[in-house]
């Protein structure tokens, strides 16, 4: 099965440009099976297929729950929980990288840094917690090894961390825009039809394969150098947002 495992949607994601619809359709156009709802600290846009979509349209076409997380301290994770299982706390951004990785793994799913050698404090490796202590990457299931909004040789050092701490591999496009999609795919050996078969099959170490191309239209080609100023103000926002949030999170935690 062909799908794609970072997708981002306008009902989610603040940057998104892409109602849910357009991004199923667009990807059933290319071949793919399936797509991995992952929006910034939101279900919001798998909640518009499952209120709009689900049992209506597109039957022929798998729309797993997924979320990109914001931590405090190591960039982004890509999280996906069994379907049963739904945590609220998982849409408050802004927990350390050591608790989300125990609050997700007591609930039985998986978790795994996205893009993560790309932008600093985006990326896991290019944060202090990860200067810190690297050995933080053998905690989690899976990485992103094939981001097609990232350089070469930022996905070149993924795949190497990877092989080195026996990560299993996934690849996603991390489309905002309509032009991004279905440039990464992750492919899977086995039967997928929930959440649950996506994690068991990461647990038990199935064959996984990924790639795409290169999508050549992000912000930071268009922005050069200034896209530097960009990325410190995404830290200050960060960094008060999780401030901000903390007592709902303790609330969510009680």
């Known amino acids: 099965m062909k799908l794609d495992m970072h997708c981002h949607t306008k009902e989610g994601s603040l940057d998104g440009k892409i109602p849910i619809e357009d991004y199923i359709e667009e990807l059933k156009r290319q071949g793919f099976q399936g797509m991995l709802v992952t929006d910034h600290n939101s279900y919001n846009g798998y909640r518009a297929w499952k209120k709009y979509i689900k049992g209506r349209r597109h039957e022929d076409f798998l729309v797993l729950k997924g979320i990109e997380y914001d931590t405090i301290d190591a960039g ?4 996906i929980m069994p379907e049963t299982i739904k945590l609220h706390i998982l849409e408050l951004r802004g927990l350390p990288v050591q608790l989300l990785i125990d609050i997700v793994h007591k609930n039985g799913g998986i978790l795994g840094p996205a893009h993560p050698c790309g932008e ?11 200067r810190i202590n690297p050995e933080i990457l053998a905690r989690f299931d899976f990485l992103e090894g094939f981001n097609s909004c990232e350089r070469p040789e930022d996905n ?12 299993a591999i996934f690849g996603g496009s991390d489309s905002h825009k309509p032009e991004c999609i279905g440039t990464a795919y992750t492919e899977f050996e086995e039967p997928v039809t929930c959440e ?7 647990i038990k170490g199935a064959s996984i394969q990924v790639g795409g191309h290169y999508y050549h239209g992000t912000t930071r ?12 103000a995404f830290w200050v926002y960060n960094k008060l947002t999780g401030y901000r949030t903390h007592f709902k999170r303790k609330k969510e935690m009680k």
């Open 76 to 79: 982004h994770v890509l999280v």
């Open 196 to 202: 649950s078969d996506v994690i068991a099959q990461v």
């Open 221 to 232: 080609e268009k922005m050069g150098k200034s896209h530097s100023i960009l990325v410190e």
């Open 120 to 130: 600093k404090y985006l990326s896991i490796t290019n944060t202090k917690k990860y």
């Open 156 to 167: 070149e050092k993924a795949m190497k961390l990877a092989e080195k701490y026996n990560l």
